[in-house]
Nanobody
Framework: VQLVESGGGLVQPGGSLRLSCVAS????????IGWFRQAPGMGREGVSC???????NYADSVKGRFTISRDNAKYTVYLQMNSLEPEDKAVYYC?????????????????WGQGTQVTVSS
């Protein structure tokens, strides 16, 4: 499966963005999808993931602010990001995990998108 992210941009602190991860190829409904981010000079970290059930999981830093969802009919996973903070600035990537289980361990993920930039600044 191939993935393409979109929806990034510049937003003020406290604002919202919705990222989309659109998949092409067969079997999307059998993949867990994760969102990861990489800030300048930092390693990549898991943000959220959704299994095929769908069960969701979130990093502590985004709980209560971000919501992940999937629409299998549209081959799309969304990441709704509210109450954005300057610390959320990063390149956001989605990735596909063929095991189907919600995990934010990168080793499970086989396909990665190219990333979309999120900047939070006044």
């Amino acid at each position: 499966v191939q993935l393409v992210e979109s929806g990034g941009g510049l937003v003020q602190p406290g604002g919202s963005l919705r990222l989309s991860c659109v998949a092409s190829g067969s079997g999307f409904e059998n993949y867990a999808i994760g969102w990861f981010r990489q800030a300048p000079g930092m390693g990549r970290e898991g943000v959220s993931c959704i299994s095929i059930d769908p069960t969701t999981n979130y990093a502590d830093s985004v709980k209560g602010r971000f919501t992940i969802s999937r629409d299998n009919a549209k081959y799309t996973v969304y990441l709704q990001m509210n109450s954005l903070e300057p610390e959320d600035k990063a390149v956001y990537y989605c990735a596909a995990d063929p095991s189907g289980v919600e995990t934010m361990q990168e080793g499970y993920y086989e396909s990665w998108g190219q990333g979309t930039q999120v900047t939070v600044s006044s």
